[in-house]
């Protein structure tokens, strides 16, 4: 798994402050910090049982602490080697947000508070290239997502009537009402439901099997496919569009390739030189 800093390379400044910046973009440094989100997310995880606060507390506590002491001082390292370009990203803020939320006491009555202190898993999300990735292309794929969406819901609304107006009197607890059929659809949509809703009405007459297949086909095969291109196309793009992408090494064929092209340079440039010269 290959992280990069989620800041943009910057020239290294000198002294202190150039150590710290070497340190911070370091590999061993990241996945060190990478390494302890998984730690800590078990311990948030285990901390809702009183067996196991009542056995392993005090450990679990106290290496809670460690960690987020961690996290701040990785914090703290990181703003004061970026400056003021460390404001300037948005994972910066996230991950500064996610570490004051952790310093925040939350008792028992603090039901927020404790809840928000689960964002320090999400951190992974700012840690990994390839999470951010995602994320950043989901966001990118939004307005497609949105198109396809509003496609889906009209296809919904529209089989949503035809249903109600068909067999609200057949089979009343699926498609009684509009919102009865909308749910008993969404749930035909992702596979479930056919033995309730669809087969009873089958066995008396066979053209409801070919009705809802062709429901399946244009919601889940089609529409929900287009869905998933949406964002596997946004996420091509982000990959060619972001940065601190580093290329690929080039294969063993590749190289050899290129070597010759190198030489073949190489002896261009002295036969011009030649040719130069006897002029």
């Known amino acids: 798994m290959r992280v990069t800093t989620t800041t943009p390379p910057t020239p290294v400044p000198a002294g202190i402050r150039g150590r710290v910046l070497r340190l911070v973009e370091s590999k061993p440094f990241q996945r060190g910090i990478i390494a302890l989100i998984p730690i800590n997310a078990v311990i948030l995880g285990l901390e809702p049982?009183?067996?196991?606060?009542?056995?392993i507390g005090e450990p679990l506590h106290t290496i809670n602490m460690v960690i987020i002491a961690i996290f701040v001082a990785e914090i703290v390292l990181r703003i004061y080697a970026y400056?003021?370009?460390?404001?300037?990203?948005?994972?910066?803020?996230?991950?500064?947000?996610?570490?004051?939320?952790?310093?925040?006491?939350?008792?028992?009555?603090?039901?927020?508070?404790?809840?928000?202190?689960?964002l320090r898993v999400l951190r992974l999300l700012s840690a990994v290239r390839s999470m951010r990735l995602v994320v950043a292309a989901l966001g990118a794929a939004i307005p497609g997502i949105a198109s396809i969406g509003g496609l889906l819901m009209m296809i919904v609304y529209v089989f949503a009537v035809a249903s109600t107006t068909l067999f609200s009197t057949v089979l009343p607890s699926a498609f009684g009402d509009?919102?009865?059929s909308t749910v008993t659809l969404f749930r035909l949509m992702i596979g479930d439901g056919w033995t309730e809703a669809v087969a009873p009405m089958a066995a008396e007459e066979s053209w409801v099997w070919g009705y809802f297949i062709l429901y399946t086909v244009v919601t889940t095969l089609i529409v929900l496919n287009l869905l998933i291109a949406v964002v596997v196309e946004a996420m091509e793009r982000m990959k060619v569009a972001d940065p601190n992408e580093e290329p690929e090494p080039p294969t063993a064929g590749e190289?050899?390739?290129?070597?010759?092209?190198?030489?073949?340079r190489a002896e261009v440039a002295r036969l011009e030189g030649a040719v130069a010269t006897r002029t």
């Open 178 to 180: 509009l919102w009865l």
């Open 83 to 118: 400056g003021w370009r460390f404001f300037t990203n948005g994972w910066n803020i996230f991950d500064l947000f996610v570490v004051v939320v952790a310093l925040i006491p939350a008792g028992a009555e603090a039901g927020v508070l404790r809840v928000l202190r689960l």
């Open 49 to 55: 049982y009183p067996a196991v606060l009542e056995a």
């Open 255 to 264: 190289a050899a390739i290129l070597a010759e092209l190198r030489e073949l």
